[in-house]
């Protein structure tokens, strides 16, 4: 038969990466346009935020606006004024050129200052169109996983002393990993690249295969023992889908022999460490044979040398059996 030596590690699925998006400035939720399970694209509007102005700078932005259009109006006059002189012969073309880049120049800053009012009261200038922050957008091609805020709620930008509000969890949903935990007494004898099997709680009679792609160098205490993590790739087949958070198990394969000679480990009998079982020589006459056993999964074990086939073993601790 064939024997395999395993273990076992508890976890969970959990996307590689999953995305929290967060506001660039601080208002009210003004629209959600999104719910968890959606598909989205990079680029895709999520929700849209009402900014709150600030009244310091607020009140600045408006004056900073008030003195531009005075200064534009000046400058206008001046323009105009020097534009008639002009016709007239008066003032040479490098004059007027120098009057004409100043008004200009003031119509310019009178836009800037609408700009900036603009965005200190709605967080978006006239023409910057489809590029306002007020907007929050995916940063990723993902599932919708989780939107924690509704259409009324205050956001916090993300800054040095904040983390920010999340709006919204996105995640590739075909790019799982299971994070799971092994004891260390097994740790070893894993490395990178090994096949595991996932049995999901939640789901009956499937069986995920999995690649094992990381092992965490430090161990942490859990309840008296000491657990390493361990990730592995999921491999899903087309038209597969799992959801992030799902519990699983993982059966990794940590030894294995095809096609050997096996015997149940309840016949082996120990004497000074070295293993026997009691082989018929006639009907109903037994001797003690030494073996010599190789891998054991815990219930059958195999027999490097010591038996063949067509051997029949003593069924020693059979409570039934009568000598």
């Known amino acids: 038969g064939d024997i395999i030596l395993k273990t076992v590690a508890s976890g969970s699925i959990q996307p590689r990466q999953e995305i929290l998006i967060k506001p660039q400035v601080s208002g009210i939720v003004r629209m959600v346009h999104i719910e968890a399970g959606d598909i989205v ?71 800037g200052a609408e700009d900036n009012l603009r965005i200190v009261r709605e967080g978006v200038a006239s023409r910057s169109g489809a590029k306002s922050n007020t907007l929050i957008r995916s940063t990723i091609d993902g599932m919708i996983l989780d939107v924690p805020v509704k259409q009324g709620n205050s956001v916090i930008e993300a800054n040095n002393f904040n983390d920010g509000t999340t709006v919204a969890s996105v995640a590739d949903m075909k790019d799982l990993i299971f994070v799971g935990k092994i004891d260390e ?67 990794v394969e940590l030894d294995r022999r095809d096609n050997i000679l096996t015997i149940s480990e309840t016949l082996v009998q120990y004497k000074k460490r070295q293993a026997f079982v ?46």
């Open 278 to 323: 009691e082989v018929e020589i006639s009907p109903g006459a037994f001797e003690s044979r030494d073996v010599k056993l190789g891998l054991s999964d815990g219930l059958s074990v195999e027999v490097v040398s010591g038996l063949t086939l067509e051997d029949k073993l003593k069924v020693w601790n059979k409570p039934s059996f009568k000598r």
């Open 41 to 111: 694209k990079a680029g895709d509007i999520l929700a849209e935020v009402t900014i709150v102005p600030n009244m310091s700078a607020l009140s600045s932005a408006e004056n900073r606006l008030s003195r531009a259009k005075i200064s534009r109006d000046d400058a206008k006059t001046t323009y105009d004024r020097n534009a008639e002189l002009f016709e007239q012969g008066v003032v040479s073309a490098m004059d007027i050129q120098q009057f004409e880049l100043l008004y200009n120049q003031a119509k310019e800053e009178v836009l």
């Open 185 to 251: 007494s097994e740790v070893e004898k894993l490395h990178e690249g090994m096949d595991i099997i996932l049995s999901i709680g939640a789901i009956n009679d499937t069986k995920y295969p999995a690649t094992l792609e990381h092992i965490a160098p430090k161990g942490v205490e859990e309840s008296g023992a000491i657990q390493f993590e361990i990730k592995a790739a999921v491999v899903l087949e087309e038209g597969q889908f799992l959801r992030a958070g799902y519990s699983a198990n993982a059966d």
